[in-house]
Each structure stands twice: as C-alpha cells, then as structure tokens.
C-alpha cells in the first residue's frame, strides 16, 4: 500500500523516477469559468477561450511504484485513489485555460497527462502561477493569410484537422501557447518575466505524452519537471522550471 511520497522523490525527482513513466490520476475538473480569455495567436487573430481559477485547490493524493510490467518497465503513480499527502492539483478541459497559484500549503503539485496541451510556469519561485491549456490547432491554423482564409471558408474544418501534419499542429501549438504566455504576462496574471512554455514540441519529441508535476522544497521554492515518453513505456524526466532544459 502507498504511503507518504518518498524522500527520494522530493529530493531528486530524476533520479527516483529514471525510464519509469509517472501516471496522474486527478480528481474531476470544475467548469466554472471567469469568462472568455482572448489571446492573439497571429497578426489580427485573436481567439477567446474560457478562463477558469483553482486558486489553492488542494487534493489528498498517494504515491506508489509498480513494478508489475517486470523488465519492460516500472511506472510510478499519482493517484486521488489514495489519502496520504496534499497535492496542489490542476485540472484540464478541452478548449479551455485552467491557471492556479501556488504557495506552501502544500508539497506537490501535480496536472492531467497532456498530449496536445500547453503547460505555462511563472513568476516568483515561492508562488508560482500554473497553467494548463488546450485548443485545437485547427482553431489556430495557419498563420498564412491565403491559406487562412481558405481553412475559414471550409465546411467541414473537424475533417480538416485530422489533415494537418505533426509539423502544422506543432506551429499552429506553439504559436497559441507562447502568445498566451506573453498575454498572462502582459495582464500581470504571471508575476515577472521566469517563463516556461511546454508545448507538444517539447514533450511529443519521442512519444505522445507528457506528465507535469512540481516539488517545494524546504525553503519554500517549487521546482518543475517533465516526465515525456522516450519510446515504448519508457520516458525521461528533466526540469521545466525555473530552467528550462
């Protein structure tokens, strides 16, 4: 049975975790919204998506090693399914932005497996600002203002998604989510200028998922890490935050 997380975890997450791939089970996410978030994704787009707080929300979550894949690979698990230890959490809808600040409530922070999404980190490494983020990189393809206003006029732009190459998905991506960045920065929603942005670029290099989750340290500082897949149930887990890579 899961107990506290291990001290090995918090003190080294890369070392504890090697070529395991962290799963994260979350509680269900609220929809409450604040309202519409507009970013400008390009020159005269913009795009309003739902904004939505989880200021302190804070769950009771476990941790435990599964070594039942045997020599394949072992994977680590954050699960709501047990009650051992406070975990900042931060949820996810499609098409949504969900942000939480953090602070020394609790140890953990952690968010839903992304795969397509954006992951935004900032501001003071004592309360940083956390944001989860999913459009459809239809919604925000392409940046050419011929082939735009094709893409505009089409009637069936769902089809048209599953058309998209890796390498348009991955611009139409990055370009929403760096402007979003910019845009939280610009409306001091993130406090100062230490910015990471994970987009599928980074964490899709090898392997369709990412997992995000932050550590505070005793001195009340959080630290940020990817864990991405490398190949088949193997991933590698790096720092997102304060440095990114």
């Known amino acids: 049975m899961p107990g506290e997380f291990p001290a090995t975890f918090a003190a080294n997450p890369v070392q504890k975790l090697g070529d395991m791939q962290l799963n994260i089970n979350l509680p269900d996410a609220p929809t409450s919204s604040e309202g519409a978030y507009t970013v400008e994704f390009s020159a005269g787009k913009s795009i309003a ?37 406070d975990v ?4 996810w809808k499609a098409d949504k932005i969900y942000y939480t600040r953090l602070g020394g409530l609790a140890k953990y922070f952690a968010t839903a497996r992304v795969n397509g999404c954006g992951v935004i980190i900032g501001g003071d490494r004592k309360a940083p600002t956390v944001v989860h983020a ?25 089809e048209h998604q599953t058309q998209l190459s890796t390498e348009e998905k991955h611009d139409a991506w990055n370009r929403y989510y760096n402007n979003l960045a910019m845009t939280l920065r610009r409306d001091d929603r993130i406090a100062n200028d230490t910015i990471s942005v994970v987009d599928p670029r980074i964490y899709q290099a090898e392997g ?34 304060p440095n990114l890579f």
């Open 49 to 85: 998506l739902p904004l939505i707080g989880q200021v302190g929300q804070i769950k009771k979550m476990g941790f435990t090693q599964d070594a039942a894949m045997g020599p394949v690979a072992a994977k680590c698990n954050i699960t709501k399914d047990y009650t051992a230890e």
């Open 88 to 91: 900042y959490v931060l949820d």
């Open 134 to 158: 999913n459009i459809s990189p239809d919604s925000v393809y392409p940046e050419n203002e011929e082939a735009y206003a094709a893409w505009s006029k089409s009637e069936d732009k769902a």
């Open 208 to 241: 369709s998922y990412g997992r995000i989750f932050g550590v505070r340290a005793d001195n009340g500082d959080w630290t940020f890490y990817l864990n991405r897949d490398k190949g088949t149930q193997r991933a590698v887990t790096q720092e997102i935050w």
